[in-house]
């Protein structure tokens, strides 16, 4: 089981450990609620390894991180995730050549970046005004 983030309120940790449900496809961690179906999951899971994006749980050395899948209708997937390390904080971007959502696509963009200390806590404070860790699991 994940750790809750290391910066986290209590508030926030308590979020963590109550309203999540762990669930493991192919290599692919993902905190759903427990009415997603396996088809749903497997559909991330298919974007997901054509990102090359690794599992969640296998980025030890992160105590801290998000990602956002964007599955659109009618244009490329995105994928985006944002961590804390030892290294300090960074954001990656990746994008396939798929173009309904559903095909597996190949890689076209994958950029990495490091984020400045006041970029990670604008972004965490954006997290915490969106109420995110209120929020019920979901897909």
């Keep these: 089981m994940p750790q809750p983030p290391v910066r986290a309120s209590p508030a926030r940790r308590?979020?963590?450990?109550?309203?999540t449900?762990?669930?493991t496809s192919r290599e692919a961690?993902?905190?759903l609620n427990r009415s997603?179906?396996?088809s749903i999951v497997e559909w991330y899971t298919t974007h997901l390894k054509a990102m090359d994006e690794p599992s969640l749980l296998s980025l030890t050395d992160s105590?801290?991180?998000y990602r956002f899948l964007w599955l659109r209708s009618f244009h490329n997937p995105v994928a985006v995730r944002v961590w804390g390390s030892c290294d300090g904080y960074f954001i990656t971007v990746k994008q396939t050549n798929a173009r309904d959502g559903y095909e597996r696509g190949r890689l076209i963009t994958d950029q990495t970046r490091p984020l400045t200390n006041s970029e990670w806590?604008?972004?965490?404070?954006l997290l915490?005004?969106?109420c995110y860790w209120q929020l019920p699991p979901g897909d």
């Design 14 to 19: 308590r979020a963590w450990r109550n309203s």
């Design 128 to 130: 915490d005004r969106s």
């Design 63 to 65: 105590p801290e991180r």
């Design 29 to 31: 961690l993902f905190i």
């Design 36 to 38: 997603t179906e396996n």
């Design 121 to 125: 806590d604008h972004f965490v404070n």
């Design 21 to 23: 449900h762990l669930f």
